[in-house]
Each structure stands twice: as structure tokens, then as C-alpha cells.
């Protein structure tokens, strides 16, 4: 009795023996096989790694499960592989995790990936697949997460991928960046599992249903952007409770902004612009949003003025409403560290409070109607990394305390009436790129220094002003500089030699009292030095008394100069 119990369980040890190392070579056949479907292997990853002399446990981006030695994931995101996928992929039964993102595979995904019953995360992410989604996705009853953006798959999401009764597992849901076409499937909004629905930069349309969020309380993530989706956005969207984050711009929405969005309690960040069709203005109830970080309603043809209660939304980093129609007082909101408001219609003074927000690093009130003066007290904001008030009716001094401001990266005050001397400070301002003071009443001279500090400085915009004297050579220095413009003024004496700018890609001196001509020779040898800005496209020296000779180095020009005046 003994020994036929012995007998039976030797049996079974062999058979088992027997069966995992069947199932081994199971998994490492279909390894080989998607190994010899990779057409290219840059970093030599699978090439010098995946041996058959090894384990397929011990290769890279390959893990086993403990109990049984199976394939478990297959980890292969961002290795710049290219290749196809190759259909024997399917045979590995135990596959719970496949990423294979990043990379550069092609063509459609084979039908044996059904067969991958235990599959919980599907990665196909930044590659270029083709063809249309396989209806088959909806035959994996594990699936939790599927990743299939920034690929080419085409023509409509089909309803089959959300039918099945099963896949109420499904939590991602991730196709954007692709060539999707047609509705929205009206049963993705009965998977009930569903945390994330991004389908956004799609060619999607018609109408989003009213129903939308009777059925999916977990979502917290909306995104259905840069499409051609059309109506008027849902009432009852209040009933996705656990919203963090609606992105619905780059349609063709219209009608009002829901006032229900105000109930919506968890929200973080609500992206509702460039959609032309909304009417009114935005809802007060937004106000109530006590967790808001985020509020962008670009270029949406609102109006009216900005809800007082926007004051009250103390999470609020970011408040962009520009290019719209709107009025009123500028919102003051205490954490606010990006404002953008341009081209709108506000009129009158900025708020002082505004200069008191230390946190703000961002302020764009370009375009607008907006008068007074820039007060003293924006030496104390530390934070700032850009100004612009272009095309407004500013007026005064820039104030010299300015320098405070030692991140500040742009300043543009084009287009204002902004008088008196330039600050010499603003010479010491390392940080900036971009300094933009055309089309005022500046007066003076340049401070002789000014390039030595601006090693950062990209564009200088000085044209259209009153400013007189020598134009400092150190602006040389700037090594950085693309475009120098500072014609229409009354500048004086030689034109530096600007050969050390070599990026240089605009320089306009029309218009000044200008002279170029060396003392001995005659010859206007500036143009001689920008012979070195390989870059140069426009150059405009016109309207000036530039009496000289021109110099035969005038051959040796950047083939890029496409105008010369």
C-alpha cells in the first residue's frame, strides 16, 4: 500500500514537473517569437540580454510569478524598439501587466491578444499602431487600465469594448492623440468602474448625453479635448461627485456654462476654453469650488463681468480668461500665481492689492483699456517671472526698484505711454529674455553697461520712442539675442559692430541719426561684423545719414538674409 501511495505521488510530481516546463518553453517561444518580429533593437537590449540560455525570468523587462515561474509582466516602455507585435504574444496565459510604450511599433494589433484572460494593464502608448481598435479589448474580463494614445488608430470606438458585463473592471480608459472619428459611444458612460476617461486631440463629434454621469460616480478625470464635440455640456454633470478634473476645450460647445458645475466639490481643474459657441458670462456658483487650482476659459466669447465670488477660491493658482469680452474688476485671489486676462475689455486701474500678491509669478493684462501707473510696490514681488501690459493706456515711470523683481524673465510694456528714462537697474536684471518697451515716450540715453548683465536677453524691442545718444556696444554682449530692434528714435554716432551676436536674427536701426563709416577707410565696416550672424534674416539701416562706402565683405552675407534695407 505503501509503495503504489509512493508510485502516485511521484506520478504527480513528474507530471507536474512535466507541465511547468512545458508551460516554460510555452512563454519563452512566444518571447523568442516577439524578439524575432523587433526590426530594430538601437540599444541592444533584447539582442544581448534575452539569451536562451538563461531564464526568461532573469530578462530584462520580463517578471514571473513565484508560485508557478510563468510570465506575469512584460515591461519593454521606452527601449526604442521598432518592430511588429508578433501574434505568439497571446500564449502568455499568465500576462497580467504588458507595456510596451514609447517605442516604435507599427502596423495592428493582433486577434491572439484575446487570449490574454488575465491581463489587467494594456500599455500600447507613443507608438504607431494603425488600423482600427479591436472589438476583441472587450473579451478581457480582467482589464483595469488600457493605454492605447498617441498611436494612429482610426474610424469609431466601438461600443463592443464596453458591452460586455464583465469588464465593469475597467478603471483607465486612455486614447488620446489619435484618429478617432464619430460619437462617443453612449455605454462608456455605463462601465461604473471607470476612474479616467481621456480621449482628448481625436476628431470625435456630436453631442455628449444628458445622462452622462447618471452612471459612472468614480470618475475623476474628464478629458475630451481638442475635438469637434458639439451642445451644450450636460446639467447633471454635478453628478460626477468625485470630479478632480474636466477638460472639454477645443470644441465646439455652446449655450451657457452649466451653473451646476459649482456643485461639482472635489474639483481641481476646469478647462472650458476655445469654445466659441458659450453665451453669458461665468457662473458665479464657480465660486463655491473651494479646491479649484486651475480655472482656464480662454477664447470662449464669454462676457460680463468676472463673479466677485472668483475671489474666493483661496486653491486658486492659475485663472486664465483671456480673449473674451470681459469687464469689471480684476479678481484678487491671495495663492494666484498665474493671472492671465488679455485681450479683454477691462478699464481703469489695476487693483494695488494685485502688486501686494507675492506668490504671483505670472501677470498678462495685454491688450486691454487699463490705465494709471506701475506702482513702487512691485519691488516686492519677488515671484514674478512675467509682466505684460501691452496696448493699454499706462502711463508714468517704470520704477527703479524694479530690479527687485529678480526672476523676472519677460517684461513687455510696448504700446503704453510710459515716459522718462529707462532705469539703468533694468541692466542688471540677469534673468531676462525678453524686454519689450516699443511705442512709448521713453526719453534719454541708454546706461552705457547695458549688455554686460543681460546675458539671457533674447529680444529687445526699443523702437518707437524718444531715446537719444550713442547706442552702447556692450548691448554686444547680450550673446544670446535674437532680435534687436530700435529704430525710430534719435540715436547718434556709429553703429557698434555686432558680430559677436551670433544667434542675432533681426536688427532693425531704421529711422535715427545713425552714421557707420570707419575714419580712415570710409567703408561702413558694421556691416562688415554682421557678416558673422550666419543667422541673419532682416536687417534695416534705412533713414539714417549712413555716408560711406559699402564694404565688398556685403557678398559674404548669410544666405538666410531675406531682407535688406
Known sequence: MESLTFSIALLILLLNSFAFSLNSDTDKNALISFKNSITSDTIAILSTNWSQNTSVCNWIGVSCGLKHGRVTALNLSRYDLAGTVAPHVGNLTFLRYLDISSNSFVGMLPFELSKLRRLKVMNLGTNSFTGEIPKWLGSLPQLEELYLYNNSFLGKIPSSLFNNSKLQTLQILH???????????????????????RIRNNSLSGRLPIDMCNNIPNIKLLALSQNQLEGQIPSNIWKCTHLEKLSLSLNNFSGSIPREIGRLSMLAELYLGYN?????????????????????????????DIPFSISNLSSLTVLSLSDNSLTGSIPICQNLQELYLHNNKFTGLIPLNIWKCKNLEILNLNINNLSGNIPHTIGN??????????????????????????????????????????????????????????????????????????????????????????????IANASKLLILEMYGNSFSGSIPHFGNLKLLQSLLLSENNLSGAEFTTQELTFLSSLTNCRHLKYLGVSNNPLNGILPASLGNFSSSLEIFN
Open 276 to 304: 466659441s459657441g458659450f453665451q453669458g458670462g461665468v457662473p458665479s456658483e464657480i465660486g463655491n469650488l473651494s479646491r479649484l487650482e486651475i480655472l482656464n476659459i480662454d477664447s470662449a466669447s464669454i462676457t460680463r
Open 175 to 197: 486614447l488620446s492623440s489619435n484618429k478617432l472619428s464619430g460619437s462617443i459611444p453612449h455605454v462608456i458612460f455605463n462601465v461604473s468602474s471607470l476612474r479616467e476617461i
Open 381 to 474: 514681488m519677488s515671484m514674478l517671472r512675467e509682466l505684460g501690459l501691452v496696448l493699454n493706456h499706462f502711463t508714468g515711470l517704470i520704477p527703479p526698484n524694479i530690479w527687485k523683481c529678480k526672476n523676472l524673465e519677460i517684461l513687455e510694456l510696448g504700446l503704453n505711454n510710459f515716459s522718462g528714462n529707462i532705469p539703468r537697474t533694468i541692466g542688471n536684471m540677469s534673468m531676462l529674455r525678453g524686454l519689450g518697451l516699443a511705442w512709448n515716450h521713453f526719453t534719454g540715453t541708454l546706461p552705457l553697461d547695458l549688455g554686460n548683465s543681460l546675458i539671457n536677453l533674447e529680444v529687445l524691442f526699443l523702437g518707437s520712442n524718444r531715446l537719444s545718444g550713442s547706442i552702447p556696444s556692450t
